[in-house]
């Protein structure tokens, strides 16, 4: 069973950057589709981005399109999320998730089975 550790987290003003990285278990990385998710006080969590399994297809919420970039590294079973311009309502826990079924060339945003254990992202104002 593939296990996923997040890290990079922390606090940060608003305007300023931060980069989450989620390592990945295992040796079937490649063929899992990886995602980040958040999730803030008193709200229910939601997807932020999500990549294909060659990492040639990224996909992004609304709220984070043009400030957040994910990316992934099969060599390095590793999935990564570039923060900029980081504003305080991206405040929340943020996780790190696998889809073991998926396909090459499409991109998930729900039917993720493994969770990494999420890292705090703190923005203030």
């Known amino acids: 069973q593939v296990q996923l550790v997040e890290s990079g987290g922390g606090l940060v003003q608003a305007g300023g950057s931060l980069r989450l990285s989620c390592a990945a278990s295992?040796?079937?990385?490649?063929?899992?589709?990886m995602g980040w998710f958040r999730q803030a006080p008193g709200k229910e969590r939601e997807s932020v981005a999500a990549?294909?399994?060659?990492?040639?297809?990224?996909g992004y919420a609304d709220s984070v399109k043009g400030r957040f970039t994910i990316s992934r590294d099969n060599g390095k079973n590793t999935v990564y999320l570039q923060m900029n311009n980081l504003k305080p309502e991206d405040t929340a826990v943020y996780y790190c998730?696998?889809?073991?079924?998926?396909?090459?060339?499409?991109?998930?945003?729900?039917?993720?089975?493994?969770w990494g254990q999420g890292t705090q992202v703190t923005v203030s104002s």
């Open positions: 990549i294909s399994l060659s990492g040639y297809m990224p």
């Open positions: 998730a696998a889809r073991t079924q998926a396909s090459s060339g499409r991109i998930y945003y729900t039917g993720y089975n493994i």
């Open positions: 295992g040796r079937t990385f490649s063929s899992y589709a």
